[in-house]
């Protein structure tokens, strides 16, 4: 496996790999959520490419930037034991030379609803990022997780506005054994916060009980989340949403395809989850 | 020659072509300064494409889109001429489908100074088209006159700042035998205003004779570029800039390599045009 940590060292890399290349772009400190993109690009694919990178431009003032958890070590073990082929580990200030100033921005509700309203300029930060990183590692396939759906609609939307010739695939939430998904955020979870943590997943699954029921009142099923969430003395809720799935628009009636989705605070760490319904 | 009209035809027609490819993004009605470009891109490259675009996002609501000059017929024989592969032709509902809404942006000085301060939004509308051509295209290298200055300046910083796979060039400004700048806008002038649209040029060689023979004060200049200016009964200053030739800050003193550049009615039509000093 090669680890590249220069733009030379990639492009010499990238270069010799003929054939397709699966990438997955991560922020390190990798779970089994990350290493099942792994193995689908391995399947999908004649190499894989990986790249490691907090991207800072993602992150709001007041956000995690400096305390987000990191373990190259363990990461290029893991990536490793995957039959990764390429590692990218950019130095922030090679991704964000001195004089930098263009990004990438999907305009519209897609990227200033819901994760954007408690983020701003989070998306504008992904797009930027995933943008350079297509265009630094060329690769035939891009692996996101649904976990962050909102991410992926957004990659999803820049890479199809800007004809970028990468195909977008959005694979499956990885979750623990009591639903909790997969993040390494989870990390930051301490004593009973970790238990109470699943409320996340139980509030989808209720809502998924409702729906199947027979319930298509969409306020009715938020309202009926929040009352579990709220039930857990440890959370905080940021918000419970049921939204068009192509659009976001939130939506009054659950006569069509649904991404219920919701961000809830568990102490101090910030979690989201998603399904879709319908 | 190759001319396609849809992206699938685009793709096709690009699959075929194995080695380097020169482009010369184009809105059509083209004249000596486009040819000048397609000769240099056939002599650096394997194949040579253009695109012909009239691209309407770079176009403010009160400027002159509807009426922009168009002939692809002759346009194409042109080319022809100049041995161009392929030519691009799209349409605006190709280039910007229901729903597109991702915006590729240069911030800050370079795109907000001079041209932009007259045309809001126009530096946007160029950076997401030639993006957009630029993947569409998959071009070795991109071909742009320098009679565009900030234009290609703020091009060369979207490709060095989003990692893109394109050399851009810039070629120097085509002229008139009388100095006028060559633009597909000159057919707009009628009458005395052609002949008056040579101030501009004039104005520039002012400027740099009194460089030329120690003048150092940018002020001291500008002002005599405008007096020269002002004496020409059918012209109107929209800007006259001597500024930065990297990052488009104005100079008090003539003392590194700047962008001398201007903007100026004649009659109905802006016309601008630029020369570097120092």
New interface residues.
Partial sequence: MKVART?TELKDYRRAMVGSVGFVPTMGYLHEGHLSLARVARAENDHVAASIFVNPTQFGPREDLSTYPRDLDRDLAMLEAERTDLVFVPRAEDIYPVG?????????P?SQRLEAESRPGHFRGV??VV??LF??V?PSRAYFGQKDAQQALVVQ??AA?????VQVVVMPTIREPDGLAMSSRNNYLKGDERRAANVLYRSLMRARELYLSGERDAEGVRREMRRLIESEPLSQIDYVSIADADDLSELESLNRRALVSLAVRIGKTRLIDNIMIG
Avoid: A
């Fill in positions: 733009l930098f100033v263009t990004f990438v921005d999907v305009t519209g897609l797009t930027t943008n350079k265009n630094l060329e939307r820049m506005d800007l004809n970028v010739n």
